[in-house]
């Protein structure tokens, strides 16, 4: 099976956008979320670039918001360059279709390695970094037969089941998810692994900036990727609250399927995995377990990307700013329960455009919270 | 919790009765369904023996039907008693009331041990001989907290899975079913265990006769025992086309739980356990999963036998014998394929009385097969 090229879609970035892309998600208080809304608002990275000041001020910001500069984005474009890496906009026809579809889809992803494999139907497979012999025997012979099945075979570089998972598939296609830049691996031992994954058939995906060491707070976000990237995840072993268990749970709300491994009650390596199954996980116990209940997933004509869900530039007209009782009654409006944005236009009475103006006045000053589903809240505290 | 008493319900058979059911039982061409419409027809064991020689002479036996007489019948009486055994009816209060619902219940159960422990809300164990050092652990832990929760274990004496179900449960009660007599215990080397079970708190049932050596094709039969007389079923370790699945598939078929602990794909061991997760079974990790769903089961309100199923002895007219005639006819309308008596009323129009007396008369002369659901049919040999 090789449905790549059928799921090349999208439209490549000029390198003028790429760079204005490059500078909104690098600048302060620009998440995923916020990236997308800027874009849709005011037509273009550029043109919201240029909106900042005015927004994080108006939205009462009481320091000065950090904005990329244009000199910070070419420096990192050329340290990708130089690294042989590249960056792929949400977009364009190399980015992994089915990462566009989650909420907070990274715009920008830094990859390096073999391009055809970021847009093959993929598998994730992670799990525990202590793990067994028997674990990872398993992991392998499923990533071995996957891999072989066509599907590109997602994980972490952690070391144990994502060490295995990504040995076993070195031949057919693998995807290192990291959760610093690509220039920092974690952990150091498997910076051989890496290098043999980008030289070969592999591919390596950042969301992060060049140079940036993973806190342990990067991990669930690039948990998140491997879930994002991927039409089920694996979990063959798995402790109870392991960073595993974030990518299966993520995996279930994106609504891609959630496989486990099941193992003895007795090995604490298996709480996890055997929790899953409890909560209604497939249970995996053959490789074509895996295979079969993913064929229909990966037919092309069934798993159609939705291009119109990633931020598509085009020249909008300024609207005049929204006044300041406007802003007032909006985050009189605001708590900290999580809201939909339509519950607000209705509530306030004010016309869309205004709503969302003023909401990403609120984030770019660093008041408002966006939950996953378009949400938002701001803290009582503010 | 004891709910021993409360499940208490039925009356006691005379000595007489008791003769005549087991000299009932243990003659030519009557099983547990055969008995049961024997009963039901002619009133009473006494007067279905009566008849036992003309029915199979109607029915075309063309040799003569072994009918057990009454010093055979003394004699086992005897030797149970000897052995420090005695035999429960299927209608008495000792009977275990789960067991009462199933099709082909025995009629009468050789039982030697605590008799309150036959009465008490219980839970089957089974797995595999060859188990693993975790799985005889998590058999005892598992037992240890069902026994101490109130449920008697059921097993079947075997190495293995069985034998850590019973010994850990030897302080609660236990229940060994028995593949043949029970004064011939299988394997050898349990002959101790057995013993601890019937001086202490549990119980040995068998429905083969004393001195009964247990062939292959007997332990299927006990399986259906150990699912007969439990709530649930657990099976611990099980490879594919053993004999814990049939337990499993039986109990499945009797409307009762099965449970089933997971393992490592790539232990044989569990090839049995896992397909049973994959069937649908529920997942084991600790014990609280089994007592939790048992919970609901074991409130004597919900789960109440059904005396009426159990054949009650009454005085009955003797009927006029049905004519060859109607008997050709039905032999007729039989088939390989088994069909509902009903189906047979209804197609050939004859009284129901006078098709069940053909079929008991066809039964006795060994040519009519009985299978679950009451479902009739002859061998087109015959």
Known sequence: MDTGSARRTGVALTEKQRIAWLRLIRSDNVGPSTFRDLI?????????????????????????????DERDALRELETAHRFGARF????????????REIDGAPPLLAVKGNMPT?????????GSRNASISGVKFTAMIARVCGEA?????????????????????????????????????????????N??????????????????????????????IAG?????????????????ITARLAGE?????????????????EGTNGLLKDGA???????????????????????????????????????????AERDHIVEALGPTPVEIDDIVRHTGLPISAVHSILLELDMAGRLHRHPGGLVSISMLD
Chains 1, 2 share one sequence.
């Open 40 to 68: 849709h608002h005011y037509g273009s990275a550029e043109a919201a670039l240029a909106m900042l000041p005015e927004l994080s001020q108006r939205g009462g910001s009481t320091r000065v918001v950090r904005i990329a």
């Open 196 to 225: 043999e994954i980008w030289d070969g058939s592999g591919l390596a995906v950042s969301e992060m900036p060049f140079g940036w060491e993973p806190r342990a707070r990067d991990f669930p976000r690039r948990n998140r990727l």
């Open 118 to 126: 970021a847009t093959r139907p993929a598998i994730g497979m992670v």
């Open 254 to 270: 994106f609504g891609r399927l959630v496989f486990a491994v099941p193992g003895s009650p007795l090995d604490p390596r298996c």
């Open 282 to 324: 497939m249970i995996v116990t053959r490789p074509d377990d895996i295979v079969e209940a993913l064929r229909p997933l990966a037919e092309p004509d069934l798993f159609r990307p939705r291009p119109a869900e990633a931020p598509v530039e085009r020249s909008k007209p300024l609207s005049t700013p929204p006044d300041d």
């Open 150 to 194: 066509g599907y590109a075979v997602v994980s972490g570089l952690a070391r144990g089941i994502d060490t295995a998972a990504h040995r076993a598939s070195l031949a057919t296609g693998t995807i290192a998810a990291m959760a610093g830049g690509l220039d920092k691996p974690y952990p150091p031992e498997n910076i051989g692994l890496l």
């Open 229 to 245: 990237i991927s039409l089920g995840v694996v979990v063959v072993e798995a402790a109870t609250r392991s960073g595993s268990l």
């Open 88 to 99: 792929v906009g949400i977009g364009e026809p190399d980015y992994p279709p089915a990462l």
